[in-house]
C-alpha cells in the first residue's frame, strides 16, 4: 500500500523558512516523479511543483509564484521528497499535499499545514 | 498557462438523479500524437486529500464505482455522476496535465438537494 505522510508544516512568519518532508513507502520511490500540491483553506487546488527520477535528470519544475522561493527534492536512499520553502508570504498559507506524479496525480498524503502570519 | 474553467460553482442533485460537471481549458489538451486528452477528475471530500478519479479524460480509476463517467475532447470535457448517492457529496476538480505548469479548475461542490 502506498503510504505518504507530510511533516514539518507549522506557523512561520513572513519572510521566514520552513522545510516539508514526505516520508515515502509501498511503491519504488527512486522510480517514482514527485510532486506537490497545495490548497489554501477554503480554495482550491494549486500545483506547486514537481521532480523527475534521478535516472530522468531529476529535473524540477515550479509555478510562478513560488519559483526562486522554494525548492524540491528528493533523497532516493531516504524514500524522502522534501520541499524548502524560503521568503514565505502570507499567500503561502496553505495545506501542502505530496503527491506521486504522472502527471495526474495518484497517491497523496493527507497534508500538512503551513500558516504564514505575523 | 492553460486556464481551467469548471461550471457550475455548485450543484444540487436528488440522490439517484444525475450530476453533471462541465470542465473547459483555455487551449486544447489533445495531444495528436497518441490521439489521448490529457485531463483528469479529482474528488475531495470534506478533511480528506483529492481522490483521483477519471484520468485520459474517460478512463476510470481502479475501485470507482460505474456510476463515475468522463467524456470530452479538445477542449471542453464532463464529468457525469448518473445516479447521485450520499457517498458522492464532495468537491470535484478538473486538472489539465498537457503542459507544466499543470492546472486545475475551481472546483465543483456536489449535495444533495
Known amino acids: 500500500e502506498v503510504q505518504l505522510v507530510e511533516s514539518g508544516g507549522g506557523l512561520v512568519k513572513p519572510g521566514g523558512s520552513l522545510r516539508l518532508s514526505c516520508a515515502a513507502s509501498g511503491f519504488t520511490f527512486n522510480n517514482a516523479a514527485m510532486s506537490w500540491v497545495r490548497q489554501a483553506p477554503g480554495k482550491g487546488l494549486e500545483w506547486v511543483g514537481r521532480?523527475?527520477?534521478?535516472?530522468?535528470?531529476?529535473?524540477?519544475e515550479y509555478a510562478a509564484p513560488v519559483k526562486g522561493r522554494f525548492t524540491i527534492s528528493r533523497d532516493d536512499s531516504k524514500t524522502t521528497l522534501y520541499l524548502q520553502m524560503n521568503n514565505l508570504k502570507t499567500e503561502d498559507t496553505a495545506v501542502y499535499f505530496c503527491t506521486t506524479y504522472s502527471g495526474y496525480n495518484v497517491d497523496w498524503g493527507q497534508g500538512t499545514l503551513v500558516t504564514v502570519s505575523s | 498557462d492553460i486556464v481551467m474553467t469548471q461550471s457550475p460553482d455548485s450543484l444540487a442533485v436528488s440522490l439517484g438523479e444525475r450530476a453533471t460537471i462541465n470542465c473547459k481549458s483555455s487551449q486544447s489538451v489533445l495531444y495528436s500524437s497518441n490521439n489521448k486528452n490529457y485531463l483528469a477528475w479529482y474528488q475531495q471530500k470534506p478533511g480528506q486529500p483529492p481522490n483521483l478519479v477519471i484520468n485520459w479524460a474517460s478512463t476510470r480509476e481502479s475501485g470507482v464505482p460505474d456510476r463515475f463517467s468522463g467524456s470530452g475532447s479538445g477542449t471542453d470535457f464532463t464529468l457525469t455522476i448518473s445516479s447521485l448517492q450520499a457517498e458522492d457529496v464532495a468537491v470535484y476538480y478538473c486538472q489539465q496535465f498537457y503542459t507544466t505548469p499543470v492546472t486545475f479548475g475551481g472546483g465543483t461542490k456536489v449535495e444533495i438537494k
Open positions: 521532480i523527475k527520477v534521478n535516472t530522468d535528470g531529476g529535473t524540477v
